[in-house]
């Protein structure tokens, strides 16, 4: 079985194939059912860039719901917003909000929100999710969680 950061590069290889020209070009309006593979599951945070990974009191996850909303948790916090999907595997986190918990960890729940604020496009792979931003670098990596 390929490591993980063989698949992580081997996505990055396909995206840059792919091409990560253009920008935001929503296919999804409000009143719209999102339909695409990264809706439904939830998505538990793996890594953050190639290689990190968090030691947080809850494992930090998301989840986004056809009608193009997003919930989760960002190891410290739960988090809300709203999400875009654009041809080209492009995707956009838009007005998440957190609640206000104290939290030891709060520089790794604030790099969470940041991986999902800065996310431009995604690609799954079997059960991986990478998000890579505006300039082809991965962001980080998640796990889907059936069930």
């Not at 492009?90 to 030891?104: P, Y």
């Amino acid at each position: 079985m390929p490591s993980f950061r063989h698949a992580l590069s081997m996505t990055l290889l396909a995206l840059l194939l792919v091409g990560c020209a253009g920008g935001h070009a929503p296919v999804s309006q409000p009143d719209e059912t999102l339909s695409a593979p990264v809706v439904g599951p939830r998505w538990n945070l793996l890594l953050v860039g190639t290689s990190d990974r968090l030691d947080m009191p809850t494992t930090p996850f998301f989840q986004i719901t056809p009608d193009g909303r997003v919930s989760g948790h960002d190891g410290c916090n739960r988090l809300t917003g709203r999400v875009e999907l654009s041809p080209k595997q492009r995707i956009a986190f838009e007005d998440l909000a957190t609640t206000r918990m104290a939290c030891a960890r709060g520089e790794e729940a604030t790099r969470v929100r940041g991986l999902l604020e800065q996310a431009y496009a995604y690609l799954i792979d079997h059960d991986r999710l990478v998000f890579f931003g505006p300039d082809q670098r991965v962001l980080g990596g998640f796990r889907r969680v059936d069930g």
